[in-house]
């Protein structure tokens, strides 16, 4: 007699292992652990220093 529960390729059991290690899924609104203010301002602080370089270089070309 063949016992339906049994998944002999183990994707079952795989799956309810990965499921269960998973972290908890956050809040929304609620602060990261990984420092999303940090590189928030790193990708402000990038985008205003090409910013800045485009503008001096179209500043130079129109004065030259």
Known sequence: MADNDYDSAGST?????????SPAPQAPGSVSTYGSSNSRTGLI????????????????????
């Open 45 to 64: 602080a990038v985008v205003t220093v090409v910013a800045l370089a485009v503008l001096g270089a179209v500043i130079w070309l129109a004065v030259k």
């Open 13 to 21: 059991q795989m799956f309810r292992a990965f499921v269960d290690e």
